[in-house]
C-alpha cells in the first residue's frame, strides 16, 4: 500500500524544524521536504543569531505573542537538544533627546508584549554594563531576556530530533506542483512524489510561490538582503550584550553581538531586492557595516581580525506581519517569519500544532516521544580527563581533523552518521565547525572530503561544497 504521511512540511529551515519536531511528539507519519541538500539552507543559515526579547513587535500581533512567548521557550529548548544557548541580555543604545523618547515608547511596548525586566537605563549604568560602549551613547533599553545561540545547530538538532522520533526527510526536493486528491495533497518535484493528508508552507521566500500552487494568493514575499562580518574568537570580549540602534521601518539596524562560539559578529544590512537569490557580500555593504559597528563602541573595532563576511535573505511578507493561517483546506501557509522568526520558532511550532488540532487533525501523544539529543559539542567542551575517555573508546577522536575549531575525525563521523546526516563539506561544518576557524577549511577541507567519500561510498570527486554546483575537484592530477 502506498504511503500517505498525515503532514508534510515544505521547508527545512529553523521553523519547520521546531513544527516537525513538535509533531513528532504526536503519533503522526511526518515528512519534511528541502528543496537544498541539506537542512538550514536559506535565512536560517546567515542571521544575526539573536533570541530577541520581544519589546519590538507592535503589541498585539503575532510577532509579539509569539516572540515574547518563544524567547520564553528556547533555553529548554536548547538544554533538550544539546545546543548552545546564552542569555546575554540586549541593549538599544541611544544617543540623542529623540532616541531616548523612542527608547521609552519600546519600553513601553516591552511592557505590554510582556517583555520581563525591561527597562531605560542612563549612561553610567550603561557603561558599567558595558564597558566598551560608544562614550557618545546617552541612554540604552535593556532587556535581560536577550539571549543567542546559533541557528543552523538549532535547526540540524531539532531535525535530527524529528528524525530519530520518526519524521523523514527528503533532501533535493524542490516542490514543484501540488495538487488535491480526495483527502490528500500530491506534491510533486522531478519524478518524485509525496502525498500527504495536511502541508505546512514553511518555504521562506518562496512560500508565496508554494501557497500559489493550491490557488491562494493572499501574499507575497520579498527578500530583504542583510550583509555580515563574522570577527575572530580573540574579539568575542568586545562585547558582552548583544548591541543594537535605534530601530527603522528596515528592521534593528546594524548590530554588534558576541556568538554562542566565541566570535564577534558585525551587521547585518538591510536592503529590500527582488532577486530571491541574490547573496553577494558588496564593498558598499561591509563599508556601512564596519562604519555602523564602529560607532557602537568606544574601541576600535579590529576588522582586520576578520575571518568571513556573508549575506543572508530574510522572507518579509506583504501584511508587516507572521502569516500564520490556512485559506485552503488542511494546508496552512507560515509565512513571512522574518525577525524575530528564530526566537519565536518554538512557539510557532506549538501555534501551528493547535491550528492542525482545530482543523481536525488527531494528535495524540506519542508515549516513545524523547526530546533529548545528545549534545555534539561535548567532545570540544570535555576535560582532559574526559577526552581520554572519549579516545579510549574510539580512537577517531584523538585525530585532530580542524586544528583551527579542534575538531576531531570522531565528531565529524558522528555527523555524516547521525540524523540529518551530513552529505557535503559545508553541511560537516555546519554541525562540527570544521573549516570556520581561521584558515577556513584551507587544511582540513580534502581530509573532511575523504571522511565524507569513504562513509557515503561516492568517489571523492564528486563530493561537493553545498549540493548541486559545487563541486570541489574536477579529477585526478595523477594516479597511484
Request: aromatic letters at 6%; charged letters at 25%; one cysteine or more.
Amino acid at each position: 500500500m502506498e504511503n500517505i504521511y498525515d503532514v508534510a512540511i515544505i521547508g527545512g529551515g529553523v521553523v519547520g524544524g521546531m513544527i516537525a519536531r513538535k509533531l513528532s511528539s504526536f503519533k503522526l507519519d511526518i515528512c519534511i521536504l528541502e528543496k537544498e541538500s541539506d537542512v538550514a539552507m536559506g535565512a536560517t543559515r546567515a542571521n544575526s543569531a539573536i533570541v530577541h526579547a520581544g519589546f519590538d513587535a507592535k503589541e498585539g500581533s503575532l510577532k509579539a505573542l509569539l516572540n515574547v512567548r518563544g524567547s520564553e521557550m528556547m533555553e529548554n529548548v536548547a538544554r533538550e537538544l544539546g545546543v548552545k544557548y546564552k542569555r546575554n541580555g540586549s541593549l538599544v543604545i541611544g544617543f540623542s533627546d529623540e532616541d531616548r523618547i523612542a527608547l521609552n515608547a519600546l519600553c513601553e511596548r516591552g511592557i505590554k508584549n510582556g517583555v520581563k525586566g525591561v527597562r531605560v537605563v542612563e549612561r553610567d549604568e550603561l557603561k558599567a554594563l558595558e564597558p566598551n560602549i560608544s562614550d557618545n551613547a546617552l541612554c540604552a533599553l535593556y532587556a535581560p531576556t536577550g539571549a543567542i545561540i546559533c541557528p543552523y545547530e538549532l535547526t540540524i538538532a531539532s531535525i535530527g530530533n524529528a528524525m530519530d522520533n520518526g519524521a523523514s526527510l527528503l533532501l533535493d526536493f524542490a516542490v514543484e506542483s501540488i495538487r488535491r486528491e480526495g483527502d490528500y495533497y500530491e506534491i510533486t518535484s522531478g519524478d518524485r512524489c509525496v502525498k500527504a493528508r495536511y502541508v505546512i508552507n514553511a518555504a521562506g521566500l518562496y512560500s508565496d510561490e508554494i501557497a500559489r500552487m493550491v490557488g491562494d494568493d493572499s501574499f507575497t514575499v520579498h527578500a530583504r538582503r542583510g550583509e555580515y562580518i563574522l570577527l575572530d574568537r580573540e574579539c568575542g570580549e568586545i562585547a558582552r550584550h548583544t548591541i543594537f540602534r535605534v530601530p527603522s521601518k528596515m528592521g534593528k539596524g546594524i548590530l554588534v553581538s558576541p556568538t554562542v562560539d566565541g566570535n564577534l559578529i558585525l551587521g547585518p544590512t538591510s536592503e529590500d531586492i527582488g532577486d530571491r537569490d541574490d547573496k553577494q557580500v558588496t564593498r558598499h555593504g561591509l563599508d556601512k557595516v564596519i562604519k555602523e559597528a564602529g560607532e557602537n563602541l568606544s574601541v576600535r573595532v579590529p576588522i582586520n581580525k576578520s575571518i568571513t563576511s556573508f549575506c543572508g535573505l530574510r522572507a518579509v511578507g506583504s501584511t508587516g506581519d507572521f502569516i500564520i493561517n490556512s485559506n485552503v483546506e488542511n494546508f496552512v501557509n507560515v509565512a513571512g517569519i522574518e525577525s524575530p522568526g528564530l526566537s519565536s520558532a518554538p512557539a510557532i511550532a506549538e501555534y501551528v500544532a493547535e491550528m492542525l488540532s482545530d482543523m481536525g487533525l488527531e494528535l495524540i501523544p506519542n508515549e516513545k516521544f524523547n526530546p533529548i539529543r545528545a549534545p555534539k559539542h561535548a567532545f570540544r567542551e570535555a576535560s582532559l580527563e574526559e577526552k581520554n575517555e572519549y579516545i579510549k573508546r574510539d580512537s577517531a577522536y584523538g585525530r585532530i581533523i580542524c586544528r583551527c575549531e579542534t575538531v576531531s575525525e570522531g565528531e565529524i563521523l558522528d555527523a555524516i552518521r547521525s540524523n540529518p546526516p551530513a552529505r557535503t563539506v559545508d553541511a560537516v561544518k555546519r554541525r562540527t565547525r570544521s573549516g570556520m576557524g581561521r584558515c577556513q577549511g584551507g587544511f582540513c577541507g580534502t581530509y573532511v572530503m575523504e571522511l565524507i567519500a569513504k562513509e557515503t561510498g561516492v568517489p571523492f570527486e564528486s563530493v561537493t561544497k553545498s549540493g548541486k554546483n559545487s563541486t570541489m575537484v574536477v579529477g585526478k592530477t595523477k594516479e597511484n
